[in-house]
């Protein structure tokens, strides 16, 4: 009786074993993110999502320049099904054949999100999922900021940190200031040109936006662009500081979804899509400041719009740089930028 | 020590394959991609790196602040090297704790102390208004000045503890017989203790200089790319341009300068010498 019972057990775990085995290889989803806050993506995204379609979650996190090399590897045998990448990132990885057109009817959310995420290529591959301000952040006591070019003012600039080239805030600064001159070609020339006159002056080409609550604290710049996911940290300080709304508009960037090409889990990956644009995820990530939403219908307490980027206002002024300029660019941006601002 | 040398050789074996298998192979290919191109093996990526103004400029600014910060280290490092070695015991003790424990604080911490240091409303303008050396605040951050006191507050250590080592080799009475010989302080220095540490002054020197020639922190931090060095010129070419060319040249050519470094410390201490 007892062996019978130990048998039967043994019986029913095996057969469990298998089955659930079975069950996951059916439904697994491998996703690749940024490895950026985590912990709150799987509290809000990742295990409700699991949850919901009974389904595992495989999670490969690293930055864009790796995760896109390990596609570009993978290519004949996709291991990832989705990714989130940036706008001009997605482009890249569109022309280089490893993703596929998204089946937009099949996200329920689609129609809820503003119209600069809806297809920010414009070639049906990406849809944004979050994107965020980069304007100025500047002493309001000291100076005022209502053009971009302002801050190439003799008076201002010495007390001025730009983004260098190789940052995610060079090139769209860049580009509002060309904007700002009236000379906004492609090559960023006009632009380079003007930051490389005022050179010297210009405290840093800063690297890591982190450094500039510092320098901001001991008085060395009293102004700067940065994006809006920097913003929150300035505002604790007890100085004066204002967020420019200059005449030329605000830039900014964008991360979009992708779907790798060839794989298997299509619907699962778009209904992993469909829910992470959802309104209720949406509005925890904006909650936590972890992503500002690119569904519309999220509403947030003031507090939380004040540290993010929020609001059909703002995200129909936001001038981004398209991703065909920026890739076909990239190379010959840097090249400027060393020989006229770099020495 | 051992019957044949092959039993040398054998029990050195596991180690050596080791080092090669995980560091000699590895740098070996890293460093041969500055040699190849699509025609075979080539120096056109040497040509073309040299060819940029740019490059031109960042190569000679690190090796200037690589031998300036060497040469200032050795000034000071002799002189403190010298003191502590001439303290009783326990002081030494404790003087050789003082000089090592920078090295135990994480150089990101110690870099970011100089930016608040050497700020507008930092210790040194304060200062310096105060005697009225300036009316307006002085910028040191974000220029070779800064990186420079970086890299020497980061590397200092080093050399003094490479001299104290050495002096502490130096027979008791060497200088003083020198001295009632006759001898001024700049012979002594000159004819007797340079040449008998001059081992201490090749290892720091060698250590300082490579330090400097490599460290990415401090000209990251302290000079940004206002003052771009090979190490940090380097990182953009991998991270930014994707360029692995211009990065194994820049590679390539800090290994030359740190072996030549080494090389040339010998010869002039060696030159002293035969004299």
Known sequence: MKRQAVLASATALILGLGLGSAQAQEKTLTISVYA?????????????FEAQCGCKLVVETGN???????MEANKANPVIDMAVISMADALQASRAGLID???????????KLYDIAKDPNGDGMSVGYTFYATSIVYRTDKMQIDSWADLLKPEYASHVAFPNITTNQGPPALFMLGEALGQNTPDLKAAIEAVAERKDDIVTFYVKSSQLVQLMQQEEIWAAPIGRFSWAPFTKLDLPLGWATPK??????????????????ADLALQFMDYWLSTEVQTKLAEALVDSPANSEVVVPDEVADNITYGEETASSLKLIPSAVALDNRDGWLAEWNSKVGQ | MFQNRAEAYALALPAAIFAAIVFLIPVGLLLSEG?????GWTLSAFVDFFSQPLNQKVFLRTLKLGVMVTAAAAVIGYATAYAI???PPG?????IGLVVLPLMISPVARTYAWIVILGRTGIVNQALMLVGLTDEPVRFLFTETAVFIGLLQLFLPLMIISLISALENLPKDAVPAARILGANWFQVFWKIILPLTREGLIVGGTLVFTGSLTA?????????SKVLMLETLLYQQVTVANNFVAASVIAFLLIVMSFSANILLRRIATARNRK
Do not use: H
Not at chain 1, 250 to 258: A, H, L
């Open chain 2, 85 to 87: 070695v001439s303290l």
């Open chain 2, 35 to 39: 040699f190849r191109s699509a025609q």
């Open chain 1, 101 to 111: 057109a998204i089946d937009t009817a099949k996200l329920t959310n689609f129609d």
């Open chain 1, 248 to 265: 030329e508009g605000q830039t900014g960037g964008m991360n979009v979804m992708v779907l790798t090409k060839g794989t298997k889990n």
């Open chain 1, 36 to 48: 950026f806050a985590q912990d709150e993506y799987k509290k809000m995204l990742y295990d409700p």
């Open chain 2, 91 to 95: 002081a030494k003790g404790r003087m």
């Open chain 2, 216 to 224: 990415y922190i401090t000209p990251a931090i302290l000079g940004g």
């Open chain 1, 64 to 70: 864009s320049v790796e995760r896109l090399a390990k």
